[in-house]
């Protein structure tokens, strides 16, 4: 097999199948010269670029795509308290109100590429406690941040989460984003995640990647 034909097989298995590409960017795609598809090819095996195909992205107007000039944020949960008179899930017959406690816990992930914020994504949830297991999870759900032109958000996957009552809730969920350079179409994809732990005394942590 000759090396674009290497290349080339590694690729179609790169580029992303969520949105086709045009016609036009199939042709600019077979058209990419070899050595910079054999750079692109190395970065979806996720082999280290050596110097010189980092210059021949950059010099292909693909330098965003090298995973070196990537840097990931992640936030630390935050957890705000709300009074369980403001609460609708804090109902008398499933909670002692003198001693449960509603929360909104928060926590995001960000994609930075050359200081620039290339999108982030935000999980929230509304969960309540008695001090000894978590009574609620309500308004579980994601949202989106900045995201800049070049990438799309594909929607996130359900919610996978244990049931409430008990000592622990975890509650994670996972994101997808494509980086779509206009004139190549959807060519890398990125899957942040976030899980929630949730404590029957109150408190929460978070464990999150990409």
Known sequence: MSRESQ?????????????PATAEQAANRK???????????????DVPLTAEQSTTLAGAGLAELDPKNT?????EAK????PVS???????NALNLAAAQCWITTAEVQKWSFA?????????VDWCADGSRVTSRHRDFPSVGYTDFTFHYRGADDIQANDVGGWQVASYQAAT???????LGC??????WIEFQLYGNNTATHTKGV
């Open 7 to 19: 290349a080339d097989a590694t690729l179609s298995n790169y580029w992303s199948s969520t949105s």
């Open 31 to 45: 058209a990419l010269p070899l050595d910079v598809k054999e750079a692109l090819a190395a970065v979806a095996r």
């Open 71 to 75: 840097t990931w944020k992640f936030s």
């Open 79 to 82: 957890t705000v308290p709300v």
């Open 86 to 92: 403001k609460s609708s899930v804090a109902e008398p």
């Open 116 to 124: 620039t914020q290339s999108f982030g994504w935000k999980r929230q």
């Open 177 to 183: 984003f494509e980086q779509c350079p206009t004139h």
């Open 187 to 192: 060519v890398s994809t990125y899957r942040p």
